[in-house]
């Protein structure tokens, strides 16, 4: 490249000469891709990437309402689950009870039929040997 | 070392024009460099998978996009680019030279491409502010807080390209040229240490020139972008900031 064009007398950089247009056009050339063909995509890249983020931030959201909502009605129905044993549970109860209360009633009822007859028969009894001992006496 | 030849390299004679040819090899490095990454990171982006590089130039965006506020979506659209490119152009070009070997001098040592940046970042910047006032607005702004600093108001635009490109050449040339100096006058058993710790600080200043030069282009927009009212007030503070 120096071999095509003359060298001149050396000027030190010092000096404001030919090369500022140069320079001007040459950064004004870079300046100008990346004005135009670096930055736009990045920016839409950026843009994308943002709009990712948004949508995944109101889906997730979305979903934790959702799970709130599915934990709530989980909890309403362990809630209600639990009421009807407890209801159950305590009607079972009474029920038992008065089973057991008309067991032991009837139970109470057969003792004291048994205990009478039990009575009457010794009632008999005795009337039974007092007769023999009359008839042996006489 | 004759002072004469500080600086002093192959040029290019273009139709009676004078072009010094090791600022250009290595503005088209640079220029090259920064288009390979972004190259890269559109890559990554069109295949939506996000890497390194894209991430790095997400995150520049980010911080530029930021800084303009809710400017950014209209005139100050052109900032973002700018900005990033001046990094990463200004970045290569401060530390390219200071890989062992390499054949070229850093072009930001030139006072050319200084001045070439400034004038881009100084025409962005009115561009903008004629963008975001109108051309009445604009004028007008000259005219403020009183009519008659009008001309310490276009003497502080005028300032700023100045400025700009003399701080970025200033520290470049003085980085060459204490190399030149610690390689000329220490003998050669003794340069290799200062030459090396020179270096090191060279690759600080480099990135820190990048930043400076990149941060105060998206300042001045900021200022373009800013309500004319409050705007000598946040020039100032910029100003000071940086």
């Known amino acids: ?51 990712e983020i948004d949508t995944a931030r109101s889906a997730a959201s979305a979903d934790s309402a959702e799970a709130r909502e599915i934990l709530a009605a989980a909890r309403a129905e362990a809630d209600g689950i639990l009421d009807e044993a407890r209801r159950e549970g305590h009607r079972v109860r009474v029920v038992a009870r008065e089973v057991a209360d008309g067991l032991v009633a009837e139970a109470s009822r057969r003792r004291a039929e048994m205990l009478a007859e039990v009575r009457s028969q010794e009632e008999r009894l005795a009337g039974v040997a007092g007769a023999r001992e009359e008839v042996v006496v006489r | 070392v004759e002072l004469s030849e500080i600086g002093a390299g192959p040029q290019w004679g273009i139709g009676g024009l004078v072009v010094n040819a090791a600022t250009v090899q290595a503005s088209v490095v640079a220029g090259a460099v920064v288009l390979g990454c972004g190259v890269w ?65 850093a072009p930001t040592a030139d006072l050319n491409l200084a001045l070439a940046l400034a004038a881009i970042v100084v025409g962005s910047v009115q561009l903008t502010a004629v963008r975001s006032r109108g051309w009445r607005g604009y004028l007008a702004h ?76 998206v300042l001045y927009h900021e200022a373009a972008l800013a309500p004319p009212t409050t705007q000598p007030a946040i020039a100032i503070d910029n100003e000071r900031r940086s």
């Open chain 1, 1 to 51: 490249m120096r071999g095509e064009a003359d060298p001149v007398t050396t000027v030190a950089s010092l000096m404001p000469n030919a090369t500022f247009f140069v320079e001007v056009a040459l950064f004004a050339a870079v300046l100008g891709f990346i004005t135009r063909f670096v930055v736009p995509p990045i920016h839409q890249a950026m843009r994308r990437r943002q709009e």
């Open chain 2, 41 to 105: 990171a559109r890559r990554q982006a069109r295949r939506g998978s996000p890497g390194g590089m894209l991430l790095a130039w997400e995150a520049a965006i980010s911080a530029v996009e930021s800084r303009l506020g809710s400017g950014v979506g209209t005139a100050g659209r052109r900032a973002v680019p700018l900005a990033i490119s001046l990094f990463g152009f200004i970045l290569v070009a401060n530390w390219a030279h200071l890989i062992p070997g390499w054949p070229l001098p």
């Open chain 2, 142 to 217: 000259y005219a403020r807080p009183y009519w008659w600093l009008a001309p310490l108001n276009l003497l502080e635009e005028l300032a700023r390209p100045l400025s700009l490109a003399l701080r970025l050449f200033g520290t470049m040339f003085a980085g060459g040229l204490m190399i030149l100096l610690i390689g000329e006058l220490l003998p050669a058993y003794l340069s290799p240490l200062p030459h090396a710790l020179w270096s090191t600080f060279e690759i600080a200043a480099g990135a820190m020139q990048a930043l400076i030069f990149a941060l105060l282009t």
